[in-house]
């Protein structure tokens, strides 16, 4: 358990680092993609500070690893300009080109990306506070999506290939691009979410502007080469600024046609109502959520309370997917809660490069005082800490608190910490749970920890119309990544996997004909000499 000298000693000195994971000497980055281009900006920068902080004979010190462009809404009209040329209408190259070829020119990223593996885990460790781990976690699964994207695309071109015979109408149906896309992901999961959207916007056909997240933003440096090099002119296009001067002004240019974001509901509802054009604007969303986990009163309370702090922890519960509220029955509190203490107790924190860290800095300005303030109003309605050390805070770093009895009048009950803060709800009846899902604005997901079949089935009906996926004695999770991921209510918009990506970013089309000799022998003779990309019958293998 953490005590003041520990936290005293939490932050390390240049010297204690290890060489390959030093800093490196401040990045001044001045560069961004457009229209295949690296163009220089030289006007304002954006200082990128780390969440890291460094021991000095002057005190704690906070890293600054260099400084991404503030480009104006100029600069910004200007890349998605040339998104919109290379998209040309549906005209372009690239929204033409052949499955086949668009699948090369994503593996010859991924390639070219593969190489800077190193580079963009030790940026995540510095930038968001993410354990080595979790970093080359996410770097990694980050490459498998992609390749399961290519073959998710290639099963469905597979099946698209072949022309369907109903009531003497003979057709054959693709997908095909639905425009010019923009592209923003959080600051969690700055390389995975954000190319969980990216990449298949690219691989069906879209041209894209990318926005990185407003932390996790030096990472995509070592990519841009990769990207320039990898797509046509046009095709991806990458820039730095504030959302509220750069992004307002893409949406209401009106040229975006699918707007892909992972952040607030009212971030996004603030976005959408810039657009002219509503009614032609596709969008994918991943917002806010508030996932409760539910402990019954028969329950394996050691998985529960596992599955649990693994829940509501990992990556200090800085999750869209966390639990971030959890509601355990009376008859076992006192225990959950012990249990649960303990096992918070054994969480090593430290820095990210440490050896089975599981606590790090969080990167967000301002967010330990956040957390204070939900603490310090929970504490003043009657909840207590339960663990020792929970709450205290040096810097950036914020010890987690288990907090209970939490009740309906305290922030923490209804706002998204997105943080070490776990509220403890008891509860008596089953109403009072059902109640607050059914009440909730947000419906991702929840967690149900019991072993009675008669309680567990009549709950997943409760609850299978609120959310987007029930998980059965398990923490709520987005993987597989072939699964389904949304959510209801202000939580999402549309439904983001493998497979319901590739149609996220697409649209159905289907060319038609009367079945007749003529018309028969029409369209085997352009399959035959080629005339056209989307009428054919090749088989991707």
Same mark, same amino acid.
């Given at each position: 358990?953490?005590?003041?000298?520990?936290?005293?000693?939490?932050?390390?000195?240049?010297?204690?680092?290890?060489?390959?994971?030093?800093?490196?000497?401040?990045?001044?980055?001045?560069?961004?993609?457009?229209?295949?281009?690296?163009?220089?900006? #030289?006007?304002?920068?954006?200082?990128?500070?780390?969440?890291?902080?460094?021991?000095?004979?002057?005190?704690?010190?906070?890293?600054?690893?260099?400084?991404?462009?503030?480009?104006?809404?100029?600069?910004?009209?200007?890349?998605?300009?040339?998104?919109?040329?290379?998209?040309?209408?549906?005209?372009?190259?690239?929204?033409?080109?052949?499955?086949?070829?668009?699948?090369?020119?994503?593996?010859?990223?991924?390639?070219?990306? !593969?190489?800077?593996?190193?580079?963009?885990?030790?940026?995540?460790?510095?930038?968001?506070?993410?354990?080595?781990?979790?970093?080359?976690?996410?770097?990694?699964?980050?490459?498998?999506?992609?390749?399961?994207?290519?073959?998710?695309?290639?099963?469905?071109?597979? !099946?698209?290939?072949?022309? @369907?015979? @109903?009531?003497?109408?003979?057709?054959?149906?693709?997908?095909?691009?639905?425009?010019?896309?923009?592209?923003?992901?959080?600051?969690?999961?700055?390389?995975? @979410?954000?190319?969980?959207?990216?990449?298949?916007?690219?691989?069906?056909?879209?041209? =894209?502007?990318?926005?990185?997240?407003?932390?996790?933003?030096?990472?995509?440096?070592?990519?841009?080469?990769?990207?320039?090099?990898?797509?046509?002119?046009?095709?991806?296009?990458?820039?730095?600024?504030?959302?509220?001067?750069?992004?307002?002004?893409?949406?209401?240019?009106?040229?975006?046609?699918?707007?892909?974001?992972?952040?607030?509901?009212?971030?996004?509802?603030?976005?959408?109502?810039?657009?002219?054009?509503?009614?032609?604007?596709?969008?994918?969303?991943?917002?806010?959520?508030?996932?409760?986990?539910? =402990?019954?009163?028969?329950?394996?309370?050691?998985?529960?309370?596992?599955?649990?702090?693994?829940?509501?922890?990992?990556?200090?519960?800085?999750?869209?997917?966390?639990?971030?509220?959890?509601? =355990?029955?009376?008859?076992?509190?006192?225990?959950?809660?012990?249990?649960?203490?303990?096992?918070?107790?054994?969480?090593?924190?430290?820095?990210?490069?440490?050896?089975?860290?599981?606590?790090?800095?969080?990167?967000?300005?301002?967010?330990?005082? *956040?957390?204070?303030?939900?603490?310090?109003?929970?504490?003043?309605?009657?909840?207590?800490?339960?663990?020792?050390?929970?709450?205290?805070?040096?810097?950036?770093?914020? *010890?987690?608190?288990?907090?209970?009895?939490?009740?309906?009048?305290?922030?923490?009950?209804?706002?998204?910490?997105?943080?070490?803060? =776990?509220?403890?709800?008891?509860?008596?009846?089953?109403?009072?749970?059902?109640?607050?899902?059914?009440?909730?604005?947000?419906?991702?997901?929840?967690?149900?920890?019991?072993?009675?079949?008669?309680?567990?089935?009549?709950?997943?009906?409760?609850?299978?119309?609120?959310?987007?996926?029930?998980?059965?004695?398990?923490?709520?999770? !987005?993987?597989?990544?072939?699964?389904?991921?949304?959510?209801?209510?202000?939580?999402?918009?549309?439904?983001?996997?493998?497979?319901?990506?590739?149609?996220?970013?697409?649209?159905?089309?289907?060319?038609?004909?009367?079945?007749? #000799?003529?018309?028969?022998?029409?369209?085997?003779?352009?399959? !035959? #000499?080629?005339?056209?990309?989307?009428?054919?019958?090749?088989?991707?293998?």
């Amino acid at each position: 358990m953490p005590d003041n000298n520990k936290l005293d000693h939490l932050f390390p000195r240049l010297t204690d680092i290890p060489d390959a994971w030093r800093p490196d000497a401040p990045v001044e980055q001045r560069e961004y993609l457009v229209n295949g281009e690296l163009r220089r900006w #030289d006007g304002p920068l954006a200082p990128v500070r780390s969440p890291i902080f460094l021991a000095t004979d002057q005190g704690d010190e906070q890293v600054i690893l260099g400084s991404t462009p503030l480009l104006d809404a100029d600069a910004a009209l200007a890349a998605l300009d040339a998104a919109v040329a290379a998209y040309d209408n549906g005209q372009g190259a690239w929204p033409n080109l052949r499955v086949a070829e668009r699948i090369a020119h994503v593996e010859r990223f991924l390639d070219r990306m !593969r190489e800077q593996r190193t580079a963009v885990v030790k940026l995540l460790m510095w930038e968001i506070g993410k354990n080595l781990k979790d970093s080359e976690k996410e770097f990694d699964r980050t490459c498998d999506y992609i390749v399961d994207t290519i073959q998710a695309l290639k099963e469905l071109d597979r !099946r698209s290939s072949r022309f @369907e015979l @109903e009531q003497g109408t003979l057709g054959q149906i693709r997908r095909v691009p639905l425009g010019v896309a923009l592209c923003m992901g959080p600051y969690n999961y700055p390389l995975n @979410e954000t190319f969980t959207t990216l990449i298949p916007a690219l691989i069906m056909g879209n041209t =894209v502007v990318f926005k990185p997240a407003k932390f996790g933003v030096l990472l995509i440096r070592p990519l841009l080469e990769a990207f320039r090099d990898s797509f046509p002119p046009g095709v991806i296009n990458v820039i730095y600024g504030r959302g509220r001067e750069t992004v307002s002004a893409l949406m209401a240019s009106g040229k975006v046609d699918v707007f892909a974001f992972i952040g607030t509901h009212s971030g996004a509802a603030d976005l959408k109502k810039l657009h002219p054009r509503p009614h032609r604007l596709r969008a994918a969303l991943g917002l806010d959520a508030k996932n409760p986990g539910i =402990v019954l009163p028969s329950v394996d309370l050691d998985n529960a309370v596992s599955e649990a702090i693994t829940g509501a922890l990992s990556f200090n519960g800085q999750r869209c997917t966390a639990l971030k509220i959890l509601f =355990v029955h009376e008859d076992v509190l006192d225990s959950f809660l012990a249990r649960f203490s303990a096992k918070l107790a054994e969480l090593k924190p430290g820095m990210p490069w440490e050896s089975g860290v599981a606590l790090t800095p969080l990167p967000e300005p301002g967010k330990v005082d *956040y957390l204070n303030g939900l603490l310090q109003d929970a504490l003043a309605k009657g909840a207590r800490v339960i663990n020792p050390g929970g709450g205290e805070s040096r810097e950036s770093f914020f *010890y987690p608190a288990l907090l209970s009895p939490v009740r309906a009048d305290m922030r923490l009950y209804n706002e998204e910490q997105f943080g070490p803060l =776990v509220p403890v709800v008891p509860y008596r009846e089953l109403d009072e749970v059902i109640d607050y899902v059914l009440q909730s604005d947000y419906g991702q997901q929840l967690s149900l920890f019991g072993d009675n079949p008669e309680q567990i089935g009549p709950l997943v009906d409760a609850f299978v119309n609120q959310v987007g996926r029930i998980n059965i004695n398990a923490q709520c999770q !987005r993987g597989p990544d072939s699964y389904p991921f949304n959510g209801r209510k202000n939580s999402a918009e549309g439904t983001l996997s493998v497979h319901d990506a590739l149609r996220t970013f697409s649209i159905r089309t289907l060319v038609a004909t009367r079945f007749t #000799d003529a018309n028969k022998a029409l369209i085997s003779q352009i399959i !035959r #000499d080629r005339d056209s990309s989307f009428l054919t019958t090749d088989y991707i293998f």
